[in-house]
Structure formats: structure tokens, C-alpha cells
């Protein structure tokens, strides 16, 4: 069964910036910061097999060592560490995806909405 293809979403703003950039360059919808992600927010996915599909994150969930050597997962409103997981949910489908924080920032495949 042959799947049907999907037109592409132009993924680059071609426009040239109006002043020299330096330092903190605000909100980016490509490489996000931490303080961008929180339960409910809309991610695309622009990677080859899932192209323009949207996900939801649903839980988001971070990894804490007590004293006594035990790792323990909580979830959490917020963004605190890179290896924190995302745990997304796609848009209109129960499929689950579970990505850390640190792919999901410094890939370019992810973008918010």
C-alpha cells in the first residue's frame, strides 16, 4: 500500500535581520530554550517520516538522585535539566513519544508551533 505524500512546510525564514545580533537573541521556535516548553505545548515534527505532524507534550519528567544513591523520576510543570524527558502525545492519535529535552532543543527536526 503506497502512502500518500505530504506537501512540505517551509521550514526557513529567508527575511535578512535589520540590526547586528549579539547576546541572548530571545525565543526560538527552532533551538528552544527551556523556559518555551510546558504541558500543552504544540510541537511539529519536521523530520523525513512524520513531516507536519503535530504532538502535544503531556508530562514532562525529571530525574533526581537522592543521598542515598537511588535515582527517582518526577514529573514536573516545567523544563528543569537537558536530560529531562518529554513525553508527547500526537495530535489527533494516541501515539506516544518520549524525547529528552537536549534532542528536542538542539534538533532541528522539532519545532514549536
Known amino acids: 500500500m503506497a502512502k500518500a505524500s505530504t506537501a512540505l512546510i517551509l521550514a ?12 541572548w537573541q530571545g525565543h526560538d521556535r527552532v533551538f528552544m530554550h527551556r523556559s518555551q516548553i510546558a504541558r500543552g505545548t504544540r510541537i511539529v515534527d519536521f523530520g523525513r517520516r512524520n513531516h507536519g505532524e503535530e504532538y502535544e ?8 538522585e537522592r543521598p542515598s544513591g537511588t535515582v527517582v523520576t518526577k514529573s ?12 508527547m502525545r500526537r495530535v489527533g492519535r494516541n501515539s506516544i513519544k518520549t524525547v529528552s529535552f537536549g534532542r528536542l532543543s538542539y534538533s532541528a527536526v522539532w519545532r514549536l508551533k
Open 57 to 64: 507534550v503531556i508530562d514532562i519528567k525529571t530525574h533526581v
Open 12 to 23: 526557513i525564514d529567508n527575511t535578512v535581520p535589520g540590526r547586528k545580533l549579539s547576546g
Open 76 to 87: 514536573v510543570g516545567y523544563v528543569h535539566k537537558l536530560t529531562d524527558d518529554i513525553i
